[in-house]
């Protein structure tokens, strides 16, 4: 068996607007109502029903011998109104990381995930002024309420991710096209999650806190050509290396940033460094894409690729090796612990799910054996949930959701998953009929 260390984390993760339902106090809910923002209109509605009954899931995780989960706070309903914070919400979420707990179950908890306050949002949300003071008082009554729960805190979700489609690609509120202003938005996100690095070991010094970072492989499409070599390169900078350059070392580099000296109170502010990978993108320059700076991403038509978004495109090209050279990349250059907060697929018939679990895990046991400090797997997600912009269309859950009715309907990927939490590594019976031998999972 490929065993994985002694007191590794395995779960699953999810994120509140997704999970909760009747969150209609934030900026997605408002994105909600403008014709042709989701697939088909659709609103994520009473999404998972976990506002009233989280726990039901809960206790699906324990039967699948899970031992964490990540999920995380809504801010809209913690502070619903401006310095005014709702103390039924917050017992709500400490009944729910306590029924974790209770459950054998370890919480990671993320403090921002795509969603803040209507109030905060209307004021300008990261551009307005005082937009790190109001993120800090929101982190500090989180804290305060929760920290003696949880260890293990996630700042804040795939910046890049929120910054490029609200302000470059437009899929995200505020569905703009203004790249500057995306630069100026991450710029506050990486200083965000500083400020919440800081609040959080001020009121609780031994826990452990770092962000999720979406990590992609990209290749140059014709490596013969410069441009396209020139392009990715440029992509891997901005994309991968931009942020967690700065929390490593302080530097806000161009283009969040122009100073020679690092920032105060940026440099070291990650205890680990959570992973969210999902595939491998070719990239290739075209002067037609010049709203994307000429770069065309697209994934490989020869590689096997995900169920179809809303824009008709693969969601991802499955690429299991990219997940072994992503994690060493990151141990290498940062020496981090590291954890995979986020990785899965839209496989709604799940005929891929159980082969991408299996080579993904092999994947990442080769890096651990290879010296990476690796301590958690966080599969996305549990259950179907709303996926943003794509609505109910993709199914990423291990189990199935029938949003009208919450019936809930265990994939065979569960089961799969299921045995390697149970056993802490990949059986070998998983890995003859899953696994293939690759160099990056041998």
């Known amino acids: 068996m490929r065993a994985f260390p002694e007191g590794f984390l395995w779960g699953t993760a999810t ?17 909600e109502q403008l014709p042709g923002r989701i697939w088909q209109g659709q609103k994520a509605g009473r999404a998972c029903d976990w506002w009233r009954n989280a726990e039901r899931d809960f206790d699906l995780m324990v039967q699948l011998h899970q031992n964490a989960h990540r999920l995380s706070i809504e801010w809209s309903r913690v502070e619903p109104e401006a310095g005014q914070f709702d103390a039924q919400a917050l017992a709500r979420y400490r009944t729910m990381i306590a ?58 979700n795939e910046p890049v991710v929120y910054a490029a489609l609200g302000y470059l690609i437009g899929r995200f509120p505020p569905g703009q096209h203004h790249p500057v202003r995306g630069f100026q938005v991450l710029r506050q996100l990486v200083l965000a999650h500083a400020t919440a690095y800081h609040t959080i070991h001020e009121r609780r010094p031994g826990a452990q806190v770092g962000l999720a970072k979406s990590l ?55 205890d ?30 020869a590689g ?20 072994y050279e992503l994690v060493r990349w990151v ?24 082969r991408f679990i299996v080579r993904h895990l092999a994947a990442l046991h080769r890096a651990w054996q290879e010296g990476a400090d690796v301590r958690g797997y966080f599969h996305w997600t549990l259950v179907d949930n709303f996926e943003w912009a794509d609505g109910w269309k993709l199914r990423f859950g291990l189990v199935a959701l029938n949003p009208e009715t919450q019936d809930r309907t265990p994939r065979p ?30």
Not at 15 to 31: F, I, K, Y
């Open 331 to 354: 141990w290498q250059r940062y020496r981090k612990p590291i954890y995979v907060t986020e990785n899965g697929l839209p496989d709604e018939d799940d005929d891929q799910r159980p």
């Open 413 to 442: 990927s569960a089961h799969v998953y299921a045995r390697i939490c149970q056993t802490n590594g990949i059986p070998d019976d998983l890995w003859t009929q899953y696994g293939v031998n690759t160099d990056a999972t041998a």
């Open 216 to 270: 992609f492989i990209f290749a140059p499409w014709r490596p013969h050509r410069p441009l396209d070599v020139l392009m990715t390169t440029l992509v891997r900078y901005l994309y991968n290396q931009l942020v967690l350059d700065a929390v490593h070392d302080g530097h806000l580099r161009p283009p969040l940033g122009w100073d020679t000296q690092p920032y105060p109170g940026l440099a070291h502010t990650a």
């Open 304 to 323: 096997e690729t995900t169920d179809i978004t809303a824009t008709g495109e693969p969601y991802s090209e499955v690429y299991p090796q990219g997940l």
């Open 15 to 31: 994120s509140s607007h997704q999970v909760e339902g009747n969150n209609d106090n934030n900026q997605w809910a408002l994105w």
């Open 99 to 156: 029924g974790l707990r209770e459950r054998g179950i370890r919480p990671m908890v993320t403090l921002h995930h795509f969603t803040e306050p209507l109030w905060f949002w209307r004021q300008g949300s990261w551009r307005h002024p005082q937009a790190l003071a109001r993120f800090r008082r929101y982190v500090e009554r989180v804290v305060d309420v929760l920290g003696d729960l949880v260890d293990l805190w996630c700042t804040v």
């Open 272 to 301: 680990f460094i959570g992973i969210n990978y999902y595939g491998r993108t070719m990239v290739a320059f075209s002067p037609r894409h010049l709203r994307t700076f000429f770069i065309h991403e697209f994934t490989h038509p």
